[in-house]
């Protein structure tokens, strides 16, 4: 099966959070919170996806108050933290939503996403992920984790779609090009 073949498939996209929708930097302060950095074109792109009616989920291992709070700004109601395994968490979540391992794209960056590689229609790995998920990628990001990977997958995903310039439109009022 083709990348595209592999795209066109895709109604679902669920996203690991330290690594891909952050950098993967946490930092600690003296009064206890927790912050991360989040990409603004990241969101952008989610924006798009749920432009189209596709939903997304974010299924993390660590469990975050911040992760929860952008998850809030984004609109994003399916959020799964604290999951050291995620394979069985994925399932849950397909399961409940109503969609097939082939209509689910996965983006991670670690060792613990690789159970997750081998049960979706599209296993996307950030560049900077490490080698072992690097190898089982069905597609690897040429942007990092945390820099605009997510929506670099998103708008592959849109153009195998032949959404991409349709949803431009609607969404912002003019083209992509």
């Not at 108050?65 to 609109?75: G, W």
Request: hydrophobic share 40%.
């Amino acid at each position: 099966m083709t990348l595209a073949d592999r795209c066109r498939k895709i109604e679902l996209l669920v996203l690991d959070v330290d690594g891909v929708l952050s950098e993967g930097n946490i930092i600690h302060a003296s009064d206890g919170a927790e912050l991360k950095n989040f990409f603004v074109r990241d969101g952008s792109g989610i924006a798009l996806w749920r432009a189209c009616g596709k939903p997304v989920a974010l299924l993390s291992g660590r469990s975050s108050e911040t992760t929860v709070l952008r998850a809030r700004e984004l609109r994003l109601e399916q959020v799964i933290q604290g999951s050291h395994e995620k394979l069985p968490r994925f399932r849950q979540l397909l399961a409940s939503m109503g969609f097939r391992p082939e209509q689910a794209c996965f983006v991670g960056d670690d060792v613990p996403d690789a159970p997750i590689f081998n049960n979706c229609g599209l296993a996307v790995a950030v560049a900077d992920a490490c080698p072992e998920l690097l190898r089982q990628a069905h597609y690897v990001t040429r942007t990092p984790g945390g820099r605009g990977a997510v929506r670099e997958v998103i708008e592959l995903l849109l153009r195998c779609q032949s959404l991409w310039e349709e949803t431009l439109a609607r969404v912002y009022g003019r083209s992509g090009q």
